[in-house]
């Protein structure tokens, strides 16, 4: 039985504890606030500022895990690396955790070390030095935070004027204590795709079916799974996908999200862990859904294959305001409905568009996934977040 140290206890680390538990492993969850999801399942949990290094540092020591998982970006990532020096396993590894979470380094890793295809780019650490790198890249242009996630602080630049406003949204949206800002030139892209990658700590890299999803304010709305999309397409995709996650060592599942264009694919981002896209696969459109394989792979269990069964949507349920004790009304319309299911993450705030629960919908393999889309947003907007 191997002790997890999960930092980071949203609805991801939820559905991985969940998984961890049907097989008996112990898991010490850990975030900013009590009773966050992932701790409503796990045997401990901790609460923390996980920002603070001295603090990570007392949690290692006390409970002494066989794994320390990051599931999000707001830690002293650079931490890590003692841990390994200390004889920790760090999931992926420490240096994926710190290469993933600034979109500096895995950018600049992608791009100039590696010399997979990326949009335009450049940095930027004040309002002026943004102005400037919006005149070289040019508009429309994409704004994020280096430490950020859930399009938290992302905006487009579409005039001059915006420009302000997006390097004010960017700081407000930023994890951590970094004010850099990445610029990205606009990639006039057919669609977008995440590959979930689980590498293997013995045993080949293996591909998940191409995840489709659409974007809200940076943050996805609804994914399907398989993404319709030439063979040829995908190959390259996967080509890409293993080569960052083999420069970056470790096990575990990746979340690596491609722009698909006219031109070919563009490498977009990259995640050290399951991704909130592929969220579909607890519809069970595969034979493992995506907490169990990144499991299997972080404790070493053998991964022979993975298979598409059935296809399938995501589409989530959004908070409507800020407020305490959220309730859920139209579930019983979900739950009549065929070929359905629903998750609740167990979040005690709503925030306004804070994601609070997902539809999933589900057809043979010979369905139409436009079908299994439609029903899965029109279900979700039937189901409303209001205060108890």
């Not at 996980?50 to 002293?76: F, S, T």
Request: charged letters at 25%.
């Amino acid at each position: 039985m191997a002790k997890i140290l999960l930092f980071g206890s949203g609805e991801l680390g939820k559905e991985f504890t969940i998984a961890a538990k049907r097989i008996g492993q112990t898991v010490i969850a850990v975030d900013s606030y009590p009773n966050a999801p992932a701790a409503q399942m796990a045997d401990y949990s901790e609460v923390i500022n996980m920002l603070d290094g001295n603090a990570l540092d007392a949690l290692v020591e006390k409970h002494k895990p066989d794994y320390i998982i990051p599931e999000i970006e707001a830690i002293r990532t650079e931490r890590f690396y003692e841990y390994e020096k200390q004889g920790y396993t760090v999931i992926p590894s420490a240096k994926a955790a710190n290469f993933t979470m600034n979109r500096k380094a895995i950018r600049d890793l992608a791009a100039k070390e590696l010399g997979l295809k990326t949009a335009d780019y450049r940095y930027a650490t004040s309002a002026e030095i943004l102005k400037k790198a919006v005149s070289e890249i040019g508009m429309p242009c994409i704004v994020k935070p280096l430490m950020s996630s859930s399009g938290k602080g992302q905006s487009t630049i579409k005039t001059e004027a915006d420009i302000e406003k997006a390097w004010q949204y960017s700081q407000e949206g930023s994890r951590g204590d970094v004010a850099e800002v990445i610029v990205e030139a606009f990639v006039d892209f057919n669609y977008e795709i995440t590959l979930l990658t689980v590498t293997q700590r013995s045993g080949k890299t293996l591909f998940c079916p191409p995840i489709g999803h659409r974007q809200e304010r940076g943050d996805y709305i609804e994914s399907w799974q398989p993404a319709p999309m030439k063979n040829d397409v995908l190959k390259e995709a996967q080509q890409m996908a293993e080569k960052v996650t083999t420069a970056l060592t470790g096990y575990g599942i990746w979340g690596v999200e491609f722009f698909v264009a006219d031109d070919g694919v563009y490498f977009s981002e990259l995640s050290p862990r399951p991704h909130d896209t592929g969220m579909v696969t607890l519809a069970k459109t595969q034979n493992f859904n995506e907490f169990e394989l990144h499991l299997r792979a972080v404790i070493g269990l053998p991964i022979p294959e993975i298979t598409l069964e059935r296809i399938g949507c995501s589409a989530v349920i959004l908070g409507s305001g800020n407020f305490e004790n959220p309730v859920f009304d139209g579930l019983e319309i979900v739950a009549a409905a065929p070929k359905t299911d629903f998750r609740i993450f167990g979040k005690t705030t709503s925030r306004l568009y804070r994601r609070m629960g997902v539809i999933l919908t589900h057809d043979k393999l010979d369905g139409a996934i436009e079908d299994v889309i439609f029903r899965a947003k029109q279900l979700a907007s039937k189901v409303k977040v209001i205060q108890k």
